[in-house]
């Protein structure tokens, strides 16, 4: 068993760019690799990942044939290191804000359907308040909190749709939630469509309709065929499988197909205008859009004014 280590003799020893190195050798899986990144050599890899063990007394990777791999020691050190460097990143940005309040960066997840709708007529008033504020958006999985690139601290925030309760969530303890609006699943067609001329509409009707949607595990997909099962039917087939809320759109608006989406997407989405509501209810319960963050983490004060001004669109929307 491992003796306790001397905090003194690891103040004293601990570097920044031991750190670094550690962290390389974790992601290249090769102290060789790890050198040639580096832009040092072989043996000098060796000799600081040597040394963190010496200083913590444990063993940090078990060496094989092809590399290197973290022992469980070395896992910890890794967990508790890429929360550390964060800080002193987020440390370094919340300087250069302070320096210059214009200045900063804000990264984003969130599903397509909500970025076109509900974020891109914000960032254009929040990019022309604050010009030197770079905004950077990908796409994120869903509908779980698991969420890899936050809790890897790639993102800053998500923003998303919640198919179930933190609480029954088994990833929901890390991370902090707060509700901006509450939204629902509706069915949509195009105007022209035989569905949008009809003033009662059953899901049994719907069964065998022509359905354009996206996978199994997305939100409204999930609502919908739960929908069915509720009402003791097979949840339709799709015809057509897509996350591009542009895609779906021109085939409800061209064609005689129908779609379940979130209410918010159809009222907010350029591409969505035009679609109609068909009248027909799904009886599952509204569900919240939300605002995800990492539990413990320092907001910087860029993201904090993208959040603040976040909220105050969403209340002028009055959704």
Known sequence: MPRPIPQDRISRRLRFRDLQVFFSVVQCGSMAKAANVLGVTQP???????????????????????????????????????????ELEQGIRDIEFLADPTKGEVRIGCPDSLAGGLLA????????RYPGIVIAIEPVPWPTLELPELHARKLDVVVGRLSKPQADDPFGDDVDVEILF??????AAGPNSRWARRRKISLADLRDASWVGTSRETL???????????????????????????LRAHLLARGDFVAAMPRSMLKLNPECRGLKELPVKLPSPSFPVIIVTLKGRTITPPVDLFLGGLRHHVGALAL
Do not use: W
Request: glycine letters at 6%; one cysteine or more.
């Open 44 to 86: 000098a890899v060796s000799e600081v990942v040597a040394g963190l063990e010496h200083a913590f007394g444990v063993r940090l990777f078990d060496r094989t044939p092809r590399g290197v791999e973290p022992t469980i020691y070395g896992r910890a050190l890794l967990k508790r290191g890429v929360a550390a460097f964060d």
């Open 121 to 128: 007529p914000f960032i254009e008033k929040f990019c022309a």
């Open 182 to 187: 509450e939204d629902e699943a509706v069915v």
């Open 220 to 246: 409204t997909r999930i609502l919908l065929d739960r929908a069915y099962q509720a009402a003791n039917l097979q949840p339709p087939a799709m015809r057509v499988m897509t996350f591009s809320v542009q």
